[in-house]
């Protein structure tokens, strides 16, 4: 039975970890090849094998042109084509307000964050603009409602959604399609990071669970359910949106 991502060529940055890696995951159950981008060569050759079907790894920190660069090279060249870009590595610390954020902390988040989306569509551009492929973001609800003490964070998310829609207006003509997702909690090694650094970590775990209004914080793979759908053909006809995977956590906090 055909799928919906069957034989397509999906690059993942940050495959091989937390939400990326259940990307992975269901990009290859429904029939993708994946190619994963990520620092940690060894863990995403971890996930390449848990995929078992056609897919690399490669090392690539996406906050350097040359590597993200010689990273899109490597795929064309092994597969000849590049039919979506999932722009989902990115880093959460420091949990600092903007005026405790120091400029290198500030410097690294909007690198990793922001500024990879523009070298991966650098570089993959002409791929897609062949292909008529599909750009996926992985924002985040605070980058629309914000957060208290993660002021670096925010603007990053912010700024991936403000490029979104800006991605989306302009590569409608080429007929590639930029969305983005919104996890509001999903449980991954970064959260569990970002809960370490509040000021009462024995108590946030609860607090995710609460704000939640379907009463917990979920794992990874209900953003990569939502994933595939944005890059499947049933989402042929939607772009420039910002999908919300949060379970109602932005119609208001329960505590």
Known sequence: ???????KVIVLTGGASGIGRECAIAYSRDGAIVAILDTNLESAERTVTELGGSAIALRADVSDGK???????????QFGHIDAVHNNAGIVSPSKPLHETTEEEWDQLQQVNTKSVFWTTKFAFDALVASQGSILNTASMVGLIGQQNHAAYVASKGA????TKAMAADYARYQIRVNAVCPAGAWTPMLEKWCAEQEEPEGIRQYLDDIHLLGYCPRGDVIADAAVFLLSSKARFITGCILPVSGGAELGYRR
């Open 160 to 163: 991936m959604i403000a490029l």
């Open 1 to 7: 039975m055909t799928t919906n991502l069957e034989d």
């Open 67 to 77: 590597a993200v660069q010689a990273a899109m090279t490597a795929v064309l060249k």
